[in-house]
C-alpha cells in the first residue's frame, strides 16, 4: 500500500477509529507519482535496512540473446530454419543421415 506523506500520522494514530476515514486513504496511488529505477540487489537480503537498499543502480548488461554464438546464431550466417550443426550439416540433412 502507498500512502499520501500528508496521510501518514493519520494511517498510524492508534486513536484513529473512524473506518470510513481509514477506507478513504485505501484508494490506488496515482501511477503518474511513481517512479521506476533498477536498485541494488541488497534489497533482496532482509538485514540491509537502510537508504542505499532504494538508491539507483546502473542496470548490468543484459545478453540480448540466449544464443549470442554458435551452429544457431544469425552471427555465423545461419538462419533460424536451417541450422547448421558443428559438421557443417543442416538439421535436414542429418535426418537423412
Same mark, same amino acid.
Given at each position: 500500500?502507498?500512502?499520501?506523506?500528508?496521510?501518514?500520522?493519520?494511517?498510524?494514530?492508534?486513536?484513529?477509529?473512524?473506518?470510513?476515514? &481509514?477506507?478513504?486513504?485505501?484508494?490506488?496511488?496515482?501511477? @503518474? $507519482?511513481?517512479?521506476?529505477? !533498477?536498485? *541494488? =540487489?541488497?534489497?533482496?537480503?532482509?538485514?540491509?535496512?537502510?537508504?542505499?537498499?532504494? &538508491?539507483?543502480?546502473?542496470?548490468?548488461?543484459?545478453?540480448? @540473446? $540466449?544464443?549470442?554464438?554458435? !551452429?544457431? *546464431? =544469425?552471427?555465423?550466417?545461419?538462419?533460424?530454419?536451417?541450422?547448421?550443426?558443428?559438421?557443417?550439416?543442416?538439421?535436414?540433412?542429418?535426418?537423412?543421415?
Amino acid at each position: 500500500m502507498i500512502l499520501d506523506p500528508d496521510a501518514y500520522d493519520l494511517w498510524l494514530d492508534p486513536g484513529m477509529k473512524d473506518v470510513a476515514v &481509514a477506507s478513504e486513504l485505501l484508494k490506488p496511488f496515482h501511477a @503518474r $507519482l511513481m517512479r521506476c529505477y !533498477p536498485v *541494488s =540487489t541488497r534489497l533482496n537480503n532482509a538485514t540491509n535496512d537502510d537508504q542505499e537498499c532504494c &538508491a539507483p543502480v546502473e542496470p548490468p548488461q543484459i545478453q540480448s @540473446r $540466449l544464443f549470442a554464438h554458435g !551452429p544457431f *546464431s =544469425t552471427s555465423t550466417g545461419v538462419n533460424s530454419r536451417n541450422p547448421v550443426d558443428r559438421w557443417g550439416k543442416t538439421v535436414s540433412q542429418l535426418a537423412e543421415f
